[in-house]
């Protein structure tokens, strides 16, 4: 079982910047990927970017040259970093965790991180 922890959310205007960070606890051995995905009023969650314990990462194209992931293996976090902010943005941030190391894929979620773009 695996918990995380997200905190970095807030309200920036257009433009601005923020950075989440999301800690994993528990059995975090099995860890092979970490990421976010969000999901705005009324829409589908989708995958924003995510990175393997070996360190690649993959921005979706709505993001890129914006968002920058990163993770410390050690501490197993996992960061964002939002630039360039935009209202479109704004959405719930959600943490995620993809366990392989059982019998099978196994994803856990953090609570949230609320996100909010706008003047």
């Known amino acids: 079982q695996v918990s995380l922890v997200e905190s970095g959310g807030g309200l920036v205007q257009p433009g601005g910047s923020l950075r989440l960070s999301c800690a994993a606890y528990g059995n975090t051995f099995g860890i092979a990927e970490m990421g976010w995905h969000r999901q705005a009023p009324g829409k589908q969650r989708e995958l924003v970017a995510s990175i393997t314990k070996d360190g690649v990462a993959n921005i979706v194209d709505s993001v890129k040259g914006r968002f920058t992931i990163s993770i410390d293996t050690a501490e197993n976090t996992v960061y964002l970093q939002m630039d360039g902010l935009k209202p479109e943005d704004t959405s719930v941030y959600y943490c995620?965790?993809?366990?392989?190391?059982?019998?099978?894929?196994?994803?856990?979620w953090g609570q949230g991180t609320q996100v909010t773009v706008s003047s």
């Open positions: 995620y965790v993809e366990d392989d190391s059982g019998w099978y894929r196994k994803d856990y």
